[in-house]
């Protein structure tokens, strides 16, 4: 199972990332634990300077850009 | 450039709508369509052109750069310009802030770059350019930089760190100059160009509808503001008129979009073109809900030193535009 951590504080890029991944884990069929970071200071601790951002498996992959599904399959 | 965008403007409106070009209504839906067509051209144009920088400057770079260099002060200079070309979002800017002070970036050039992220952004860049001209928009995006240039010097000399709020000033007392990793990109320029064309259109499509309302309000003010209004009522140039409009626009919050397209017609009606720069700069650079993200990192006091002199600053330029406009 993956771990998949979504940092932002709650712009509407964040959220378009959220629905995104969602998609995303949906399309690939995969099981995957899906979570919302919303407090700045645990943001913080994965050294980014734009959010929101795409963690997989504790893995900086993406960051500042809501991205889209197809893109986001190819990084699951 | 724009001649094809009046002639689609003029063949829409007088031949397939039939109104006469003597008409009010017919003069103004077509001056609606084509400043509608031709601010959406340079919208998606500017921001196309901003998102090749950004792929090759991210901003990971700019920090590394800033903790390896001695700059002898270019260093705001450099986070200034780095603050206008990088595409603005206000809920990056909370992380940005802890990010430079982790980095052991001093606080006087984040507060440069935290300036001018805001004011000089692509949106207001493309619309300026569309409304007023390539003149009006270096003054705006010049002066911009500068003022962030010096606004993040100053805060920088008055040695507010005691003023962030507690978990900050933990961080800063760890800073290192630690080094933020970014991908070099291993795709080529050609591969990348339909990416940042999306990303460019999502953006373009977002602020659709701020841009129609702006025009649209624009387009009614021109028909029914009479000529000198403006001039008539706020005394053309008179000093006041400057820290008025910038203190009435700092609370407000208004996308650029939506706000230049009727500060054009501010412009026409007789108020100074630096009244207006001042004007706009205060409401896309300054607002309360930007204020109440910082409030996580800085406490109140700070907020307001820091509103406080970019404020002194924008009112500073404005009077500066009126004598040399």
């Known amino acids: ?76 | 450039m724009f001649e094809w965008t009046q002639a689609f403007a003029d063949w829409l409106i007088f031949q397939v709508f039939e109104l006469a070009p003597e008409s009010n209504l017919g003069h103004a839906l077509n001056f609606f369509v084509y400043d509608t067509i031709k601010i959406l051209v340079l919208l998606f144009l500017i921001i196309f052109l901003m998102g090749i920088i950004n792929i090759y400057f991210p901003i990971e770079r700019l920090k590394n750069y800033l903790h390896r260099k001695k700059l002898y002060g270019l260093e705001y200079l450099l986070a200034s310009t780095f603050g206008a070309i990088t595409p603005f979002c206000s809920c990056s800017s909370v992380p940005l802030f802890i990010g430079f002070v982790q980095g052991g970036i001093p606080l006087g050039v984040t507060f440069s770059f935290l300036i001018t992220s805001p004011l000089v952004n692509e949106i207001a860049i493309a619309l300026f350019l569309g409304m007023f001209g390539w003149k009006a928009t270096l003054i705006y995006a010049g002066s911009g930089i500068l003022l962030g240039t010096f606004g993040g010097w100053l805060l920088g000399k008055l040695k507010l760190e005691h003023l962030l709020t507690d978990w900050v000033q933990k961080i800063l007392a760890n800073a290192e100059a630690k080094e933020s990793d970014f991908e070099e990109s291993k795709q080529t320029f050609l591969q990348r160009i339909p990416e940042i064309s999306r990303n460019a259109w999502d953006l373009v499509k977002g602020i659709l509808l701020y841009v129609i309302i702006g025009i649209g309000i624009g387009t009614a003010m021109h028909g029914y503001v009479p000529e000198n209004f403006f001039a008539e009522y706020l005394g053309s140039g008179a000093w006041w008129t400057v820290p008025l409009a910038v203190i009435l626009a700092v609370p407000m919050y208004a996308n650029a979009a939506g706000i230049v397209p009727v500060i054009q017609v501010f412009v026409a009606k007789g108020v100074p073109l630096g009244t207006a720069i001042a004007f706009m700069m205060a409401t896309v650079g300054l607002s309360i809900p930007e204020g109440t993200l910082l409030k996580k990192v800085m406490i109140w006091k700070l907020i307001a030193i820091f509103f406080g002199v970019v404020t002194m600053f924008i009112i500073f330029s404005g009077f500066l535009f009126n004598i040399l406009l």
């Open chain 1, 1 to 76: 199972m993956k771990s998949i951590k979504i940092l932002g504080t709650g712009c509407p890029k964040c959220k378009t990332l959220f629905n995104n991944v969602n998609e995303a884990v949906q399309n690939k069929g995969i099981e995957a634990q899906i979570e919302k970071v919303e407090d700045i200071q645990d943001i913080m601790k994965y050294n980014v300077l734009s959010t929101p951002v795409l963690v997989i498996d504790e893995k900086v992959v993406l960051k500042g850009t809501a991205s889209n599904a197809s893109e986001i399959e190819g990084l699951l």
